[in-house]
């Protein structure tokens, strides 16, 4: 990435919320919402939500290490979802809904492990959670008209 900018891919429920959340965060640049970890060439939105392409709803974000850590995003990604219920978030249902950290770097899977991990042993959920951590597949950027959903419609700063 240009200018030390990395990369950083969540899947926490409908993406539409969780573009919402990291969109204004100090040091992110960039967001596109879109569907990672399947096994279909070029999903569209009604293809994912068939829940047979094996993908997750995404937020791939563009951000700068020098102002956001990558360890500060797994900690805004942590406290914006439920990460105990497996493929569900609220209303959501489906294996496009799960809880999904896709690293891009070696860096990032030993940091998502090790918060996994010491959020299990906090005591902080009560049930086994469930997120998992795979490495970064094809990104497939969604439609237009998902692109910034709830700030496009003045729904801006809701959190999950």
């Known amino acids: 990435m240009k200018n030390n900018l990395q990369l950083a891919t969540f899947g926490a429920g409908c993406f539409w919320g969780v573009e919402e959340t990291f969109r204004t965060l100090k040091g ?15 999903p569209t939105y009604q293809d994912v939500c ?8 995404v937020l791939q974000i563009t951000y700068d290490p020098s102002e956001i850590s990558y360890d500060e995003l797994l900690n805004v990604f942590w406290s914006n979802h439920n990460p105990m219920t ?20 070696p860096e990032q899977e030993v940091a998502a492990q090790k918060s996994k991990e010491s959020l299990e042993k906090s005591g902080r959920y009560k049930s086994k ?18 692109q910034k959903y709830l700030h496009k419609r003045g729904l801006g700063s809701c959190h999950l």
């Open 86 to 105: 497996l493929n569900r978030q609220g209303p959501d249902v489906g294996t496009q809904y799960r809880s999904a950290i896709f690293f891009h770097t």
């Open 50 to 57: 068939t829940g047979t392409t094996g993908h997750a709803e």
């Open 129 to 146: 959670i469930v997120t998992e951590i795979k490495p970064a597949s094809t990104f497939y950027r969604a439609e237009e008209y998902h």
């Open 28 to 42: 992110v640049k960039e967001t596109a919402v879109g569907y990672a970890g399947g096994n279909f060439p070029d």
